[in-house]
Nanobody
Framework: QVQLVESGGGLVQAGGSLRLSCAAS????????MGWFRRAPGKDREFVAA????????YYADPVKGRFTISRDNAKNTVYLQMNSLKPEDTAVYYC???????????????????WGQGTQVTVSS
C-alpha cells in the first residue's frame, strides 16, 4: 500500500512560481514511476508530468513543457513539481500519482496509475 501526500499549493500571480511536493509512505518508492496530474474546474483530470524510477527519464504535457520540471529524491521518498511562469490556465487541483512497481515510465493516462494523493489547489491570478 502506498500513501501520497501533496503540499506546496497556493495562490500566486501570473508569471510566478510554486514548488509542489509529494511525500510517499509505504514500500518501494524507488521502484515506482511517479506522475503529476491536474483537474481544472469543469474539466477532466489531465496529465502534467511523469518521471521514471531513477529520474533519468521525464515526460511533460505540451502545455507545461519548458515551464514545469518534475524531479524526485528517492532517499526522501519525495517527488517534486517545480512550476515557473505560471499562467491563469494552470489553475487546478494538482494530484500526485504512483504506478505499481516496475511499470513503464512513459505513462500519461490516469488509469495507468494505481495510487493517488488527495490533491493540492493551485490558483494563478491574472
Amino acid at each position: 500500500q502506498v500513501q501520497l501526500v501533496e503540499s506546496g499549493g497556493g495562490l500566486v500571480q501570473a508569471g510566478g512560481s510554486l514548488r509542489l511536493s509529494c511525500a510517499a509512505s509505504g514500500r518501494a518508492f524507488s521502484s515506482r514511476t511517479m506522475g503529476w496530474f491536474r483537474r481544472a474546474p469543469g474539466k477532466d483530470r489531465e496529465f502534467v508530468a511523469a518521471i521514471s524510477r531513477t529520474g533519468s527519464n521525464t515526460y511533460y504535457a505540451d502545455p507545461v513543457k519548458g515551464r514545469f520540471t518534475i524531479s524526485r529524491d528517492n532517499a526522501k521518498n519525495t517527488v517534486y513539481l517545480q512550476m515557473n511562469s505560471l499562467k491563469p490556465e494552470d489553475t487546478a487541483v494538482y494530484y500526485c500519482a504512483a504506478r505499481r512497481s516496475y511499470s513503464g515510465s512513459d505513462s500519461t493516462a490516469p488509469r495507468e496509475y494505481d495510487y493517488w494523493g488527495q490533491g493540492t489547489q493551485v490558483t494563478v491570478s491574472s
